[in-house]
């Protein structure tokens, strides 16, 4: 390939020319010569850049593939599992779509053991074709897997690099979120660039709504608390700036209900820092989470665990609990829990205060609805039916009243319990002087 006229002489053939000569032909090449000029064409590729053969030969393998989809179309659009492919034999229909897969998905092994640099190219050629962009991010974490087992150290940081570069490149809803769990763990042990370890975790946060708490609970690495705090919040940053909080109030409570279980677990962790937890209790919105249950437990157990925590930290853990959102067993437990503020316990308080007025207030306009509707409307039936619904529900109401009256009325006997201690603290602790005789 580095023959020229000089080399070759101006009387003899040019070898460089009959291989340009023989390119001219690359539609006729069979699949196999192709993989083996690239094979070939990979351990000098200035030389086969400079002469376009590298170019050709990528686009005429690109070509053959893109022709192959068009005749065998891939039985399924879904992102790919952590594999590349998925397989099933529950049923027939199954197996037929794991046949259209395998021939929408056969170059795999053929192409894994090209370099990189050549997998750079052949990848933005394809993406440029307007190829399937699951197939080609199902390839792209079978080739890293493929791999992973023969590669030194550089090797694997340059496979990690160019894989995340490129699924970068595609459409966020063709990537499997379980499959960039599967390339996070090895960039977690390698020396990769910012900008890729940035994109990958801006990939995930951006699918976070699909993770488990498994994929949550990474090890930290290097530090003193059992998991990787930072990371998760990274992740968390990178779900609302992607547009996770403008976006269906699904997904965002779908996060919210993981985060939870998520901070349940990093609770116990005698090493996390009072900022980390609250950080993780106060990164998501208010709108994200219709009950605080599972939170307040979570902060249950922290404080339970972290005795030595000032009253300030106490209260900036507690400052991020909406106590409207709370159940009233939660308020009951709250308002006995000598681990919280004090305040805490008053807020609950006003905040099952607060239920019981608007809920006598929806009471009285259901029953002045129903008075009215019955006397204006006494013989048409479907008004009959809806009164009785609306009757059922004031009745229901009335339960509820009364259960928040006993709430309200048993934090309250609390409460004074709780201050009369304080009172009586207070004077056994500082006498009154005696007077003088």
């Known amino acids: 390939m580095e023959m020229n006229i000089s080399v070759s002489g101006t009387g003899s053939c040019n070898l460089l020319q009959k291989t340009k000569d023989s390119i001219d032909e690359l539609s006729f090449w069979a699949w196999s010569d192709l993989l083996v000029a690239l094979k070939h064409y990979q351990d000098s590729p200035r030389t086969a850049t400079s002469s376009g053969v590298l170019e050709k030969c990528l686009d005429s393998l690109v070509g053959r593939l893109a022709m192959a989809s ?10 790919p599992d952590s594999s590349g492919l998925r397989i099933s034999f529950n049923t027939r229909s199954t ?13 795999f092994e053929d192409l894994s053991a090209l370099s990189p640099n050549l997998i750079e190219m052949l990848v933005k050629s394809m993406v440029s074709r307007g190829y399937n962009h699951v197939i080609v991010s199902g390839f792209l974490f079978y080739y890293q897997k493929s791999k992973f087992y023969t590669a030194s150290s550089d090797e694997k940081r340059e496979v990690l690099e160019i894989v995340i570069d490129m699924l970068y490149t595609l ?60 990371l998760v919040l990274r992740f968390l940053k990178a779900f609302l ?34 900022s980390k937890f609250s950080a993780l209790v106060m990164v998501l919105p208010d709108s994200a989470r219709d009950s605080w249950d599972e939170l307040y437990h979570a902060m249950d157990i922290y404080l339970e665990v972290h005795t030595g925590l000032s009253k300030e930290e106490k209260m900036k853990i507690c400052g991020g609990l909406n106590y409207k959102k709370l159940s ?24 099952q205060q607060w239920k019981l007025k608007n809920l006598l207030e929806g009471m009285h306009n259901a029953k002045h609805y129903t008075d009215f509707t019955a006397k204006e409307d006494r013989g048409r039936e479907q008004v009959v039916v809806y009164n009785e619904k609306l009757r059922a529900q004031l009745k229901g109401m009335q339960w509820r009243v009364m259960e928040l009256e006993k709430v309200c009325k048993k934090m309250q006997n609390q409460m004074a319990k709780i201050m009369k201690a304080k009172v009586l603290t207070h004077s056994d602790a500082r006498p009154l002087p005696r007077l003088c005789s």
């Open 70 to 79: 068009e005749v065998t179309p891939c039985a399924s659009t879904s992102p």
């Open 95 to 107: 197996q037929s779509s794991n046949k259209g897969l395998f021939r929408a998905t056969w170059w």
């Open 171 to 230: 459409d966020p809803s063709s990537i499997s979120c379980k499959s960039l769990f599967g390339v996070l763990r090895p960039v977690l042990h390698s020396n990769i660039s910012k900008s890729c370890r940035n994109k990958l975790e801006s990939m995930i946060g951006s699918q976070l709504d699909q993770a488990t708490i498994d994929n949550l609970l990474i090890p930290s690495y290097g530090r003193s608390y059992l998991y990787d705090v930072n």
């Open 241 to 274: 700036r992607e547009g996770g909080s403008e976006s269906s109030p699904i997904p965002m409570k779908k996060v919210a209900s993981l985060i939870d279980l998520y901070i349940t677990e990093v609770a116990p962790d005698r090493c996390l820092k009072s």
């Open 328 to 351: 009233s067993e939660a308020c009951i437990h709250l308002s006995q829990n000598t681990k919280f503020p004090s305040t805490s316990a008053v807020q609950a308080l006003i905040s």
